[in-house]
């Protein structure tokens, strides 16, 4: 053996093992970006806003542009099994414009907005003379499961699924309910069929004895469906009231509510229902407003598999207390969590139900105003550990409005604070932009109508990209 | 014959030209006819020794002409009819060759049957000069392309079994009486024939113009046939080839009626090339110019042929049905020639070309089968095959591999072959790209496997692994006679983690370059030098002079078959091939060579475009298959990238991932062997081979961090170049064990070798061990629609197997985009998949390089993943898509569906929802007015999603890419829905319809209000088959090529034998 073949095995030897030691040392490269995708130029969607159809029940369809362009509206109903004719409409960018479902051709069913050209957002806004107001937001994403955390079949605390198919396929729904003692299947609402095209109501105390409180667990085996729930407080003697909440898709491990107040009569509850197979710890944490003394923590709140707990804030806060609420599930189980508040009277007469925010955001877009009027405030949570400010702009019919004041609100770490917006209204629908500079910011409008409705509503916000 | 008038007048016209041996036996044939009334001419057609002093001693009364120059017998003929005295007188000339003997009573007959049946022409019997028993022609009959045909056996005796007057089609020229009336009315021969199917040409002109051409069996006359068995001297095969050819055609353009004329001179061009192919085939290439030229010829000589082709049809009188009822009509040169080679079967001998192989009786080929299966080589790649196929028992058995690039053969399996043919073909949006150049090949294992779709990918994987291990014999056979070595090799070969890897991942690709590794780096080890072996009485084995071009040949043709099936090997092949080569003419080879040597084995890769045309020029380009996955970003982006994540540089130094602790120091030893104690020639080949495998081993484990791209498509394919690396040291290690330590005295070699041995050895028993309790079965992807594995989608299928129209399916999702994706080296970014209505099939397996419509697609999809579109089935349906399926586990994808107004929910199963789009438009259909309106403002996409169209009804599919069907009143046009390709064309009420784009990804064709049939189809058929027929010659020139050189080197040839030189 020459001595360049042995220094070649040498050589060899000496890579082998280099190789062993550079696989241990050689870092992994950064994963390459992403493509961009190509979109097509045109934003199109459909808002689904399952509505009530009691005759003293007024709805309408508040849509917002939220694009640079005008978008291009159709809005027609889906019920008994056909859809009306659309109704074009145009929308400028940044404006709002609302539409009567009564006027759409189909008394018994669901408005549809679809919109073309720019993206937009719908509300659906219910006023019932006597009764109550309420408003929900609609939704572009029919789907399989829907989740509540709130309800009721005690008589005059009536909770009813409205059930939106607006395909042309057959659906089917099952149904349980979430009790403190645990799952409650409704064998009646097992494979509960919903016809196309069609809006069906289903009024839980016709399948369930009296529960004062539950959660809801929609699952649609077939079929693709939006599920709200109408919540129609009536006691006899007692306060009305109303609430109306699109249901959520999936539980989730945090919730975020930015305009809780606990009444001063009446009861404000964090609702609990954890539709897993594992047990729930759950920590409730409050942002308090303004010089008002920080509540304490609650201690972690368990929430067995398949059950329902409400939490009565009352217990942990003074009555009049304005607050956020971060709902966690310390133990990573997803849960659904909803504030449900019931005032006899006061500023606080009425009933409403909401959902938190799971997602988070520096921009929000909050409903807020109504078409009869009303007074709106517009609340922002501020959850992070550093003070921030936030700018808030309106988007009217007439387009957008940025307040000078509102430019540049600031909000303390930990903190709550309240708008008030109704002099910017002008007594019609609006939305509200909230622009924060991180993504610790979350905000919730409150809507106050008085006679004849005499209740308020809670607008969710739905965080914009 | 009429007692009042006199007996008609003949002039026998003899044409003759270097027919001296004949001519004198003619004319005195002529001198004893019966038949007084005959005048004789004799034309000498330029004969080297002039024919006028035999004629006045054979036939003193003939009258003799002399043309100087040989004109061909029409011209001979026209020319002494011009200068004759007697012809003016003659009321009927019988034409005669110079080497026809008539009988006494020939004339006599032949004039009879004129007479009595008013017959303008009139042939005899033909016999045999020598054996007056065979007959040679009675009457002759031709197939559509002029092609003759006598109706007789070969060699028929004659026994009465065709003594009757009937009609034939025409008589040879050999022996015709021809009335004057005829040539009166219709010309006389046609000298610009020279030689070859005038009398054919003249006998239809004389039936188009009404008269009747017989044959009266009673007129005996033997015929040499001189020319046609070239006897005569003076034209070649070639001549013959260029005239015939260029005379048929000529005779169709004069005489076919117009409808006919177009069709059969398109399919005589087709056959021409079918011809010359395969006479390329069978190495005839000196006649293979015969058909340019006659096509050559045939153009320049159109205008006159225009000229003769008017006065023919002015003067024709009868259709062309009558003239058909006398011919054949089937082809019969087919059966000639499967009758002539079974004949010479039947003599024990098979005649190739101009090579006769002699013994290939059923007896010597079980006797050479017998010698062959008990080769050791034999014996040895057979033991492997059983632990191979015991080892991919779960892939071979069962349901078929549906996963990487390895697919379910479509049912039916011919499809594969009519997409190759197609001009146009309906994959993906559809593409009038040029197939692949593997569907010819997976179409092989089609027919092998008999139509079963589920045999012939068995038949292909094991193929592919049969002929790896079968060529890996073949490598090491070159290397050493020691069985064990070999074996030791093979098993290493057979059983190591990249080649479970291929079959675990269904990667058609590594299998292929598996398959054609070892044959290609025999070849160009050695053009690269002499191959290293073992013995002196063997030594070293370079490559002859004459066996370079042949090799160079043979390594393109074997490449050209793995890029076809794996294209990224391509660039692979090319880095391995020029690092051999740098590192052989660093490691001495002799000055001037080492350039050369290189320049030979990049030269094979270089063929492999060419071979591979016309595929090539889309497979070529940057984001063609070859290339994509080498240019496709940083890091293990795209093909089987998962897989590409784990790989390290040890890995690749230890032949592959995956690997047992036990090959590792096996994988060591060898190579640490091979490099010390091994003979100096095995030492310097290891040393080039362990340079390359470093190489490969230091990129893929880069690739593997992300730090280059993925420089081929699988890591498992990448593998196999340092896995025969490997093999071919163990085997130059254990053979250098057992035949090259001194014997004469005990050294430290003596232990260190048994201990490496022992080593290795313990190292491919590992694999065996492994391999033996089975690799796993591919992960099948639902896309594919595997029946019988557990996997509802067949359900659906099934279901919609009945639906009417062409459409398509749209997987969107992670389960089966991202392991069919991944073997397709591209689209890696994409989360859809499209393909036919059942599903994925190997047709889809090399998609097409995306084009405009596939990027709309492509941005359907993100736009309904992003959630910023409601009705993309109004965006989907014109292109075709019926079905969208949406992947479970995907919930973006699911949530995409769901969302969409337009869809309709039509199953649900286990894996996946399925959709229906209610904005289907079939393939090609009728569009209804709303739905026109909507196609006509495509740039609008709103518009379009707004409109609210339906879509119309389907026109009926009469091919891949025709469609036909009955214009629906008031439809204002008519889609087709693939890539907007432009070469859709549309016809109704025979008219032409205007095109124009439509939805982006359709053609629309304004109908202008007409009605009837509507008639869509993709022109560029005659394109299609010139690009196969071009890709056919160039592969037949190169097998030819190839094969030339084993008949050069007969020895060589010997050697390259599936089984060694043993």
Redesign the interface.
């Known amino acids: 053996?020459k001595g360049s073949?042995r220094a070649?095995?040498v050589l060899?030897?000496a890579?082998?093992v280099a190789?062993?030691a550079?696989?241990r040392f050689?870092?992994?490269?950064?994963?390459?970006a992403?493509?961009a995708?190509?979109?097509?130029?045109?934003?199109?969607?459909?808002a689904y806003c399952p509505v009530p159809n009691a005759e003293e029940a007024r709805s309408f369809a508040a849509t917002v542009n939220v694009g640079e362009a005008p978008a291009?509206l159709?809005h027609f109903a889906i019920g008994e099994g056909k859809a009306s004719n659309p109704q074009p409409a145009s929308l400028p960018p940044k404006a709002v414009n609302h539409v009567d479902a009564g006027t759409l051709g189909i008394r018994e069913g669901a408005a549809v907005v679809?919109s073309?050209?720019s993206?937009t957002f719908t509300d659906s806004v219910v006023l019932a003379r006597g009764v109550g107001a309420a408003t929900a937001p609609c939704t572009?994403?029919?789907?399989?499961r829907w989740l509540f955390a709130s309800g009721s079949t005690v008589r005059g605390n009536d909770t009813y699924l409205l059930v939106s198919n607006?395909?042309?396929?057959d659906a089917s729904v099952g149904v349980r309910l979430l009790t403190a003692e645990g799952p409650a299947a409704l064998p009646r609402l097992r494979e509960y069929t919903i016809r196309p095209l069609s809006e069906t109501v289903i009024f839980l105390a016709d399948f369930h004895p009296e529960n004062d409180s539950f959660g809801i667990d929609v699952t649609v085996s077939?079929?693709?469906l939006v599920v709200s729930r109408l919540m129609r407080l009536a006691p006899r003697g007692g306060p009305r009231g109303l609430a109306l909440s699109l249901g959520v898709r999936e539980p989730a491990a945090r919730w975020q509510f930015a305009a809780g107040e606990v009444p001063g009569e009446g009861e404000e509850l964090i609702n609990l229902a954890n539709p897993g197979d594992k047990e729930a710890l759950v920590q409730i944490v409050f942002q308090a407003e303004g010089e008002q003394v920080a509540p304490r923590e609650l201690e972690e709140v368990p929430v067995a598999a398949g059950a329902h707990v409400a939490v009565k804030v009352s217990d942990r806060l003074p009555r009049g207390t304005k607050h956020g609420t971060t709902v966690l599930s310390t133990n990573g189980v997803p849960i659904v969590a909803e504030r449900q508040t019931a005032g006899p009277s006061g500023g606080l007469r009425g009933l409403e139900a909401v959902a938190g925010a799971t997602a988070t955001a520096s921009r929000w877009l909050v409903q807020t105003g109504t078409p009869i009027g009303g007074t709106a405030q517009l609340a922002i949570v501020n959850t992070g550990r550093e003070d921030t400010q936030v700018a808030v702009s309106l988007m009217t019919p007439q387009g957008q409005v940025r307040p000078p004041e509102l430019a540049a609100v600031p909000v303390g770490a930990g903190r709550r604070i309240s708008l008030d917006l109704t002099p910017y209204l002008g007594g019609e629908p609006a939305a509200a932009v909230v622009e924060g500079s991180t993504d610790d910011v979350v905000a919730e409008g409150r809507m106050f109508l008085g006679d004849p409705y005499l209740d308020f509503a809670d607008a969710p916000a739905r965080p914009l990209p | 014959m009429s007692d009042q008038l006199p007996p008609p007048r003949i002039l026998a016209v003899v044409v003759t030209h270097n027919g001296e041996r004949w001519l004198d036996a003619c004319l005195r044939s002529l001198a004893a006819q019966t038949y007084r009334r005959i005048d004789v001419l004799v034309v000498d057609s330029g004969s080297t020794v002039p024919a006028e002093a035999q004629v006045r001693e054979a036939l003193p009364a003939a009258e003799s002409v002399r043309l100087e120059a040989n004109v061909g017998f029409g011209t001979a003929a026209n020319r002494g009819l011009e200068m004759s005295r007697q012809a003016p007188e003659a009321d009927f000339f019988l034409f005669l060759h110079d080497d026809v003997a008539l009988e006494p009573g020939c004339v006599a007959q032949l004039v009879e049957g004129a007479l009595e049946t008013g017959a303008g022409i009139v042939g005899g019997k033909g016999l045999a000069w020598e054996r007056p028993e065979v007959l040679l022609e009675v009457g002759m009959s031709a197939d559509a392309f002029c092609y003759p045909f006598s109706g007789l056996e070969e060699e028929e005796i004659d026994q009465g079994q065709h003594d009757m007057r009937r009609d034939v089609l025409f008589v040879t020229s050999a022996c015709m009486l021809v009335s004057r009336t005829v040539l009166a009315k219709c010309g006389s021969w046609d000298g610009d024939y020279f030689l070859f199917a005038e009398d054919l040409d003249l006998c239809i002109r004389a039936r188009l113009t009404g008269f009747k051409v017989i044959v009266q069996p009673g007129a005996r006359f033997r015929h040499v046939q001189a020319l046609d068995r070239s006897r005569r001297g003076g034209l070649t095969p070639t001549d013959v080839r260029f005239l015939t050819r260029r005379n048929r055609s000529r005779t169709i353009v004069k005489n076919a009626s117009l409808p006919r004329l177009v069709p059969l001179l398109c399919l005589f061009t087709t056959l021409a090339f079918l011809e010359m192919v395969l006479l390329a085939v069978m190495r005839r290439f000196d006649e293979v110019p015969a058909y340019p030229r006659a096509f050559g010829s045939f153009l320049v000589t159109m205008p006159d042929l225009l000229r003769a082709r008017s006065a023919v049809q002015k003067r024709r009188t009868e259709p062309d049905r009558r003239l058909r009822r006398l011919m054949i009509h089937y082809i019969p040169r087919a059966r000639i020639l499967l009758e002539r080679q079974l004949r010479e079967w039947e003599r024990g001998t098979l005649r190739f070309g101009t090579r006769t192989i002699s013994k290939v009786t059923p007896s010597a080929i079980a006797a050479r089968f017998s010698a062959f299966i008990r080769q050791p080589a034999t014996v040895t790649v057979l033991f492997a095959l059983v632990i191979l196929v015991l080892a991919a028992r779960r892939t071979l058995l069962g349901g078929p591999v549906a996963a990487g690039g390895l697919w379910p053969f479509p049912d039916p399996v011919w499809r594969l072959l009519a997409d190759y043919f197609a001009p146009w073909r309906d994959v993906a949006l559809g593409t009038a790209a040029a197939p692949p150049a593997a569907f010819p090949l997976l179409g092989v294992f089609g027919v092998l496997g008999l139509g079963n779709p589920r045999t012939a990918q068995v038949l292909l994987e094991l193929g592919l692994l049969t002929a790896g291990l079968a060529g890996m014999s073949v490598l090491l056979g070159r290397r050493t006679r020691d069985v064990p070595a070999r074996v030791l090799a093979i098993v290493f070969f057979a059983l190591a983690p990249p080649v479970r890897q291929a079959v675990e991942t269904g990667d058609l690709g590594a299998l292929a370059l598996y398959a054609g590794l070892p044959w290609l780096m025999d070849i160009v080890l050695r053009l690269l030098g002499p191959t290293p072996a073992d013995r002196q009485e063997r030594p070293p084995l370079p490559l002859t002079p004459t066996g370079t071009v042949p090799s160079v040949v043979r390594a393109a043709l074997i490449s050209a078959g793995v890029v076809a099936l794996a294209p990224s090997a391509w660039p692979l092949l090319l880095l391995a091939w020029a690092m051999f080569g740098l590192l052989s003419i660093g490691g001495g080879a002799p000055p001037g060579e080492g350039g050369p040597r290189l320049g030979r084995a990049l030269v094979s890769l270089a063929l492999v475009p060419v071979l591979l045309l016309p595929w090539s020029l889309e497979a070529f380009r940057l984001n063609g298959p070859v290339l994509a996955p080498l240019l496709g970003g940083r890091g293990p982006a795209g093909a089987f990238g998962p897989l590409w994540a784990g790989y390290t540089i040890s890995e690749g130094l230890f032949v592959g991932p995956g690997i047992g602790w036990l090959v590792r120091p096996a994988a060591l030893a060898a190579t640490l062997g091979a490099l010390i104690l091994s003979t100096p020639a095995r030492r310097r080949e290891a040393r080039v081979l362990v340079s390359v495998w470093l190489v490969f081993a230091a990129l893929g484990g880069l690739a593997g961090a992300g730090w280059i791209p993925a420089p081929a498509a699988t890591p498992a394919m990448w593998s196999m170049v340092p896995l025969a690396v490997v093999a071919i040291l163990s085997s130059h290690l254990l053979a250098g064990l057992r035949h090259e330590l001194p014997r004469h005295a005990i050294g430290w070699r003596h232990v260190a070798t048994p201990v490496l041995v022992a080593v290795t050895v313990a190292g491919a028993l590992a694999t065996v061990g492994r391999a033996v309790g089975g690799w796993k079965r591919p992960r099948a992807t639902a896309a594919a629609d595997v029946p019988g594995r557990g996997n509802s989608l067949a359900s659906f299928f099934a279901s919609i197997s009945g639906d009417v129209g062409t459409f398509r399916v749209l997987w969107i999702g992670r389960s089966w985009t991202e392991p069919v994706l991944a073997g397709a080296g591209r689209r890696s970014g994409a989360s859809f998949l499209l393909t036919g209505p059942r599903g994925l099939t190997m047709r889809e397996a090399f998609l097409p390089t995306p084009a405009e419509g596939d990027r709309r697609l492509e941005s359907v999809v993100g736009t309904m993943r992003d959630g910023a579109i409601h009705l993309s089935g109004h965006l989907l349906g014109p292109a075709g898509i019926r079905y969208i399926v949406a992947d479970r586990t995907d919930p973006v994808a699911l949530a995409a569906a769901n969302r969409q107004r337009d869809f309709v929910l039509d199953q649900q199963i286990e894996s996946a929802v399925v959709f229906r789009n209610l904005q289907w438009v079939p393939r090609a259909s009728a569009a209804t007015p709303e739905l026109a309106a909507a196609a006509g403002g495509a740039a609008d996409l709103d518009s379009q999603m707004q409109a609210q169209w339906a879509p119309g009804p389907p026109l009926g599919q009469r091919s891949q890419a025709r469609f036909e069907g009955p214009v629906p009143p008031g439809s204002p046009s008519i889609l087709v829905g693939d890539n907007a390709n432009k070469g859709w064309m549309a016809t109704a009420s025979g008219r032409e319809l205007d095109r124009a784009e439509a939805f982006g990804w359709a053609n629309r064709f304004a109908t202008g209000g007409a009605k009837g049939t509507a008639t869509v189809w993709y022109g560029g058929k005659w394109l299609r088959l010139t690009g196969v027929l071009i890709q056919a010659m160039l592969l037949a020139m190169a097998i030819s090529m190839a094969r030339r050189g084993v008949r050069v080197a007969p020895q060589e040839a010997a050697e390259e034998e599936p089984g060694g030189p043993e």
């Open positions: 053996v073949e070649f095995v060899f030897v890579v082998v190789a062993i550079g696989d050689l870092p992994q490269s950064p994963a390459p992403s493509r995708r190509m979109r097509v130029a045109s934003a199109a969607g459909a291009n159709r679809e073309f050209a993206p572009g994403q029919p789907g399989t607006p395909f042309q396929e077939r079929g693709r």
